[in-house]
């Protein structure tokens, strides 16, 4: 065997062409797939770009890690792990959005399945992630079109938190908030310094939304007197 032999043998087993080719397909696949739900679905309606740099590579790393591993078992036992891992997630900073975690569960989903269906074609794979980017579609551009969603206000007019001046504090929220207000709960009432937490609900159109809608620095006391319109 001359030289050139062995270089040629050697470079071979150093690089499989069959399984580099296969994993740069699939790759390239998921991260189609997980950048037309990120950025047509989520990024053009949230304009959060701090969420989408973390579901792009979020993405990338989840597929590498779970395709290169050996054994079978230990991907689906890692896959699992991340599933609970994620699931019980909250940054130190703030606590994530419930739509902001269902899209995080849905691109670690299409990452794991790509990666995983080692026996499946590609072209077999083109249903699933189908049917996750229809699905969210649907949901982003029917049910979620108009939606009622709260925030938190601290409410230096107490004079209209009675019932039967609801009206004129609807009214009045909607002129000084610049949204629009359907319904209002009164929480706790503070009358030495003249102000109420209220929780405010009104209408989202899907941009925007944080969970500072939810937040104000108030005591567990104070914010479980906050109750739902009608308890």
Not at 83 to 106: C, D, H
Not at 133 to 157: C, G, N
Not at 190 to 207: I, R
């Amino acid at each position: 065997m001359n030289e050139n032999e062995m270089l040629e043998l050697m470079g071979n087993e150093l690089i499989d062409k069959t399984s580099l080719l296969e994993m740069v397909c699939r790759f390239s696949f998921t991260l189609a797939v997980v950048w037309v739900m990120i950025y047509f679905l989520y990024f053009r309606k949230s304009r959060r770009l701090d969420y989408y740099f973390t579901y792009i590579i979020l993405s990338i790393s989840v597929f590498f890690m779970i395709y290169l591993l050996g054994g079978v078992k230990l991907k689906i036992g890692f896959a699992l792990g991340l599933f609970a891992i994620f699931g019980i997630l909250r940054y130190r900073t703030e606590t994530i959005p419930v739509r902001e975690m269902t899209y995080m569960f849905s691109v670690i989903s299409i990452s794991v399945i790509n990666a995983l269906a080692n026996d499946v074609s590609l072209a077999e794979l083109v249903f699933p992630n189908a049917v996750i980017l229809i699905v969210t579609w649907l949901f982003e551009h029917f049910l979620l079109k108009r939606d009622v969603v709260s925030k938190l206000v601290l409410y230096d007019r107490i004079a209209l938190i009675v019932p039967e001046r609801r009206e004129e504090l609807i009214e009045d929220l909607r002129n000084r908030t610049g949204l629009k207000v359907t319904k209002v709960s009164v929480g706790s009432v503070d009358f030495l310094k003249d102000s109420a937490v209220l929780k405010v609900y009104y209408e989202y159109n899907g941009e925007g939304m944080s969970h500072i809608n939810n937040t104000l620095k108030i005591s567990k006391a104070e914010w479980n007197e906050v109750k739902e319109p009608g308890q």
